[in-house]
């Protein structure tokens, strides 16, 4: 398949950078290691600064103070790393737009309302009075239930399922695998048998939010499950009915929130960990990697749990221990009284 | 799409509250606090009581004791949560049953058995010799593998996978992106090469399970693995070969159980944990979130594992520490000798 | 449907054991405890020992030094687990060979190579480009995109999906609703808002590579992520982008790898284990259940975090306690210098 080209010159216009004027060629990216002439490398971290000497790159984002180090072409900006992630949508076949094609294999409800340019793979399944609007791609053997809108311009890949009546903003990408809308799990017990409360609210996303592989957003019991504008979700994230998180926070792979919490806006919360029902995290709030959160966080930091790890033998030993630290404390206590 | 009415002595018929005079007409249901004049709200958990006075709902399930509370029309029954359950599938357009179309894009096998009333929807994928009985719903591009059993009423939502020689009882919800009966992790180590045990039983699914989405249950090794009656299982579980759970067993979201381990009934598992293999957990169990079990439990009760989360410098502080525990318990113990 | 079925002196030969002269017909296989006369059996732990008295099986697996105790028909093998492994495949309806039907229902580009023989299910879509070599089965529902190539007698199971330009070897399992080669999770946040870096490398896996159902394996940023030959990956797995994992390296349920980690060869990984980016963990190295990994580890051994469970009052008397655990120290400390 014929490879995008730009110059150097094109590049600095399309990225921002100081004026270039050269007509060599890029037609790809790589780490300031392994990139090749004919690509276009970056320097975001002080860490790989020596290699600037000996990277083969045929031109590098670099911010000013660097510009001298450069031993190829040196695209001077404020912020190689934001360059360089606006460079990958240039390089990227996945990143054009909707090439306006239905596919004959696709089943398109009659009530559906497609705008023109539509992208629909094959096997893709559209339900009754589904709006998708103008850009979207929807990928070979994806679902899409009853009453959803899709937003213009979102990208749902292969082999996505979205139930009934969900709701997804413009500019999103929805990952393989994901489901959004399934039930959300509430049961009342009736003397020991569990009674299915039908879930009646549904999911809304706002824009520019990404869904990782595989991660399920639930519908909401009776209000609706909310994901704010610009959030971003790995893979394998476990979002439960009504939880609500705003603007911008960011979810590594694997971290489970349970029903009815609240995440503020612009958190990060690393991978793996699980935060409990009915709870409410604030604005800015940092969670790292594998923290169980089981009470409210009122006030913005950053916050964990767990143990780290040790060899084996030794860990027995401390672990086998921890279940009797409440009365080593009194022990110390009973001590320091002596 | 036309809703559902029901007047409010209706409701009261329905759900088993004390009678009515109402015709009054009610579309939905919403919490006190959102609930308009056409919805049915209720009153399960006293933290809510003081909403019963500015609640602008149409009708509201109570506890006699709450009667005199309601602005608008009681519903009296004796559990507000268990009728609340019972009136969700009274306003929910999937607890329909099947309608009884097979859709011409779907390929079902000539040999697969499907009983007058079971719905089929587009690029659905029904195996040889499967059996689908009356009142089953089998979503778009879900696949039923070869010699399937899937029992009266059975809702299959899409993109679900059943692999070969899967038997799921009467009444039973699958969500997407669910897999049953792949393969148990199981190889023999042979001098660092791992050589495929192929699993050659089978899953079996009691009546009234329900199974999250991206839910896996693997088939057993040589007898199958095993899901009792009325057990309801969250989104991204995995359940190993030759697993074993009791009836009306519940399990949160994101928790994973390892080969042979038998679960017990009536057990509540939260989400986030993990049981290690061959492990035999009692009825009535209650296991905390993300508490990893790596022992049999014998006899009933609440169990946890883990530490709760801390601000993250204090977090490092502690954790470092965890290391020397046992080294501190023989301190401790030397200074008590003195 | 027919049953495969061996006479014992042809299990003795294709199993590698001691030459036995019996025309006894055995068409499964099943536990000491289970196996019918039409069935064998292996011994591979003592625990079961007692078992071969009583074990109804037709023919038994065992070790030289149990041949005497056998009421059946002893097949004496040095390892009775590796031939019990091999025996699996022999009665396994699913490790036949693919059959070299390609449905009419399927959605196969033009510019895709398709070798002999090679089977496709039904609705399965293969992109432009695609090189699916001989005895490759590919499921129904599954999704291969462009420019991938599947190695020979590869076995892709329904609703699986494969982004662009993924690699994947020889004799390779991949489970359903595994999902390689979505974006990794890479954004440069931009004052609170995160831009997208498009994700340029792909996935590459050796052969006899087996992932599990719902395992995801993202592709790379600029480089690929690569999984090593012989690496069997559980179910509900993540890989992040750019992870490498050495050759037969085994990995159980519900693991997450972040960003750019080594994993080395020959490593156990437990489920539910988290480990952070940008590490590297050294040939040979254990880690138990639920750790959390958050070093690098370069010399081998096996590794933990955590603590055990408890019952839960217990527990969250000494989880309140873990927070003071270093204030504790210093109290000994001064204990100790009085």
């Given at each position: 398949m014929a490879k995008r080209c730009f110059s150097v010159s094109e590049l600095a216009v399309l990225l921002g950078a100081e004026t270039v004027d050269s007509e060599h060629l890029i037609d790809g990216i790589g780490t300031l290691k392994s990139a090749t002439q004919s690509q276009l490398s970056f320097l975001h971290n002080g860490r790989y600064q020596s290699q600037l000497k000996t990277s083969q790159a045929g031109a590098v984002l670099v911010s000013p103070e660097h510009r001298d180090e450069v031993e190829s072409i040196a695209l001077v900006v404020a912020d190689?790393?934001?360059?360089?992630?606006?460079?990958?949508?240039?390089?990227?076949?996945?990143?054009?737009?909707?090439?306006?094609?239905?596919?004959?294999?696709?089943?398109?409800?009659?009530?559906?309302?497609?705008?023109?340019?539509v992208s629909v793979d094959a096997h893709a399944v559209i339900g009754d009075r589904a709006v998708i609007n103008s850009g979207v791609s929807l990928g070979a053997n994806s679902v899409v239930g009853a009453d959803c809108?899709?937003?213009e311009n979102t990208r749902i890949a292969a082999n996505v399922t979205l139930y009934n009546k969900i709701t997804i903003?413009?500019?999103?990408?929805?990952?393989?695998?994901?489901?959004?809308?399934?039930d959300g799990f509430g049961f009342a017990n009736n003397q020991g048998e569990w009674i299915k409360i039908h879930q009646l609210g549904g999911v809304r996303l706002g824009d520019r939010v990404e869904v990782g592989a595989n991660t399920?957003?639930?519908?909401?019991?009776?209000?609706?499950?909310?994901?704010?504008?610009?959030v971003i979700l790995d893979n394998q994230i476990q979002i439960a009915h009504n939880v609500i998180i705003g603007d911008n926070t960011a979810i590594a792979g694997c971290t489970a929130i349970a029903g009815s919490t609240r995440i503020g806006k612009n958190c990060t919360i690393a991978g793996a960990c699980a935060i409990t029902g009915h709870l409410t995290i604030t604005d800015g709030t940092h969670i790292t990697a594998m923290s169980l959160i089981s009470k409210s966080i009122l006030q913005a930091g950053a916050f964990s749990s767990g143990t780290v790890m040790e060899p084996h033998q030794q860990w027995k030993r401390n672990a086998v221990r921890f279940r009797h630290l409440d009365e080593l404390f009194h022990r110390v206590k009973k001590l320091e009284k002596l």
């Open positions: 190689p790393y934001i360059a360089y992630a606006r460079a990958t949508a240039l390089f990227c076949d996945q990143a054009v737009s909707a090439k306006g094609n239905v596919s004959p294999l696709a089943s398109v409800s009659e009530s559906a309302v497609l705008a023109d340019n809108v899709i937003g903003g413009a500019n999103c990408v929805i990952h393989s695998g994901a489901v959004l809308g399934a399920t957003i639930d519908r909401g019991a009776l209000d609706d499950t909310v994901i704010g504008h610009g």
